[in-house]
């Protein structure tokens, strides 16, 4: 037949429009986006459902090196298959080079825990932590031009940071290369101050994690990064914005008409810092730390004032989970002893979605075009995976979620298809679920049931970012 599937009387969302249309599928890809199409293989009924692009998650850490710590709880396999049951088709997790090592031989090592173990689709971005002459110079330059165009720097963390004189070579690197960078804006010597502070007042628990990076930190590593890249012209995105602080800082560098871009994550508009006091001030506070820490209240306001004016132009997880219980846990032996070695990160790859329809569509705060902007297409456009992902119209790929807007449900661990012992937004009642997951024309999840194998997800080569072209003048 003409088709291979067609998706039938849904009502079709994309950034731009909402429509009830037939979706007809061939060869992975979408080839017709109309009214009563017939002639398909298969056809899927989404009678009462929302036929959605899949979701891209731009922010996502698998299976990266412990640098002596608890190593992470999901591989590749767990970790792509948490993605598809929760809606998503393409993440971008990161390649992470440790200090000494060279960028290419990092690449490498990931695409081998990736690829053949992927459920969906995925690209990299890189984590620049030795920018060496050579690195700058050579590496770098020649992965931006095999489609590695984006990476990431570090103000803070041991093994990661970087100080101003290296974020301004990587920044002029990226703006020779067109790539786009993204940043961690919390500033190395204030945490290292306050937490030592801390620590010989005995304040120890988890919740102290919280009160050693506290929003001012975090402000002033953003006008930091943004100052070094007004200064050599490159745009950057900023991302894991936590609040209102942060958030005025990447408006007030919009409004002079500097090109950065801004990113938040379902964290900060659904866990505050008191999550972190846990029961007994040293029991589960550790499942959600996390860096940023979640904030208050207040934060989620200022989060969805962020995203309601297009200060952010994406909603990622940042999943980097970590189990809780055992000797690997976030509170193992040593982590006892200290927040300080707690490892930062939580889960979410699966949640993603939920937590924004349910508190952005349903509550009211967003369309569902800006639900889809968020989670994909803003996304495949930052990324250089557009047009080809993140989009419902002819020649894109057919990755699409098949979503129940009126579903309730809770958010629990016995739902979850990734790795870790359990989720940060256990409890949260969500209105809105992903019924089917499709990638490239192939059902791959269906009700929490993985149809798809590993293997089935691809690297994606990615082209430069639209958005990372300097401004000119
Ligand atoms: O605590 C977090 N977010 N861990 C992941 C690493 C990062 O900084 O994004
Ligand atoms: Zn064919
Ligand atoms: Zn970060
Ligand atoms: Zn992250």
Known sequence: SKYDLIIRGGTVVTAADTIRADVAIHAGRIV?????LSGGTREIDAGGLLVMPGGIDSHVHLAQPAFGGPAMADDFESGTRSAIAGGTTTILPFALQPRGASLRQSVLDYHKEADGKSYCDYGFHLIISDPTPSVLGQELPALVADGY???KVFMTYDDLVLNDRQLLEVFDCARDCGALVMVHCEGYDAIRFMTEKLERAGKT???????????SVEREATHRAISHAELVEVPIMIVHVSGREPMEQIRWAQQ???????????????LTADDLKGLNMDESGGKYVCSPPPRDRASWDAIWEGIRTGV?????????PFFYEGNQGKLNPKARTSFRWVPN??????????????KGVVEGRITLNDFVALT????????????????IAPG????????????KETIRQELMHHGADYTPYEGIAVTGWPIMTILRGKLVAEEGRILGTPGRGRFLKRSLSPFAEPRHS
């Open 256 to 270: 002079k008409g500097l090109k950065v871009y801004g990113e938040t994550c379902p964290q900060y508009i659904a």
């Open 376 to 391: 994909s297409t803003n996304h495949a456009k930052m990324y250089g995976l557009y047009p080809g992902k993140g989009s």
């Open 345 to 358: 990160g939580i889960p979410g790859v699966e949640t993603r979605l939920q937590i924004l329809f349910s």
């Open 396 to 407: 894109f790929d057919a990755d699409i979620v098949i979503w129940d807007p009126n579903r």
């Open 205 to 215: 628990a988890p919740y102290y994690h919280a009160a050693s990076r506290p929003a």
């Open 312 to 320: 952010f132009q994406t909603f990622s997880s940042d999943h980097c």
């Open 32 to 36: 017709a986006v109309a009214d009563r």
């Open 149 to 151: 165009t984006s990476f």
